[in-house]
């Protein structure tokens, strides 16, 4: 009988929003639509299978994906139900479920704390930020949620990435028990490891997250690279290449592609470096990987910081902000891969 009612609202639905008689039909006659159902279902309708759903500890979630899986985005996953409860009506979930819906979340970005473990916690529960997922430094199997996946967590601040900002809006946003940096005698900042208990958590934890949200490579990234004027973390010692290697997480450029790059690439920087004309294509390459920069055709402090940004995500080894060879071959041996 639900499956019947189900084929008869869509019929309904479709109707309505086709034809002036029918609108007047289902409102002033609904009983008599519902009572013969037959004629309906013949007529119009794909017959669907009406969507489960469990309920663990007093939440409800769909135990299969409802909505259109041939469509090539992120409708894998399925969550959690959040329904209103109208005084005096009830709230029917099951019958009439669209097939137009997909996730909020597109982006998972990786933080650090600047905290220890009782201070991280501390900060992210009961101050202005937080993040939905805290990665410990204590080697245990313990990772803490502290914000729901269906709500936004405030990790980003102020950020942008391709055509989206605010990425607060579309993001998992997952935090992780490191000191950060400290500036040496000549002000070079010196980051802090991360323990290799750590690495695995993150990785298995953004290894469920991307896959249940089918968050693509190019958009699993650092807070620098959303904010890159203003953020640093999680820093040029997150081991990114282990997590693409041995998890397929992330981006990472192909080696071949670089070193056939690099020639060309120590050419431009030997004789061209200083030429607005090569400043404004280095500065073109890096808007087009997804930084959000303006082209200005100076080596200005924003470009200089979103070079670090580019630096400590792919090459690790140096971030001094510095167009050298390798960084701008790496940089586009990574947008022949990912570019838009
Ligand atoms: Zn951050």
Known sequence: MRKTLYIIGLSTLVFSCTSQKNIKKTTYRPKTVTSQPKSVTKTDSVEKPKPKITNEHGVEFFTT?????????????????????PAGYKVVKTHFPAIAQNFRQKYLILHYTVLPDDKSVEVLTQQSVSAHYLVNNLGDNEIYQLVDENKRSYHAGVSAWRSDKNLNDTSIGIEIVNMGYTADATGAKIFQPFSDEQVKKVAALAKDIVTRYQIPATNVLAHSDIAPTR???PGPLFPWKKLYDEYQIGM?????????????????????YNEPAFI?????????????????????????KTIEALQYHFRPQNYDGIMDAETWAILQALNQKYSK
């Not at 994906?65 to 894998?76: F, L, P, R």
């Not at 990472?252 to 061209?272: F, G, H």
């Not at 280095?282 to 200005?300: E, H, M, N, R, V």
């Open 231 to 233: 953020k640093q973390d």
């Open 252 to 272: 990472w450029y192909d080696e071949a592609a670089k070193q056939t790059l690099l020639t060309t690439a120590q050419t431009d920087i030997s004789t061209r």
């Open 65 to 85: 994906n409802i909505a259109d899986a041939t469509k090539n985005d992120n409708t894998i996953s399925y969550g959690s139900i959040v329904s209103a409860k």
């Open 280 to 304: 404004f294509l280095a500065q073109t390459a890096l808007q087009k990987f997804g930084y959000d920069i303006q082209p200005s055709g100076k080596w200005d402090d924003v470009t200089k």
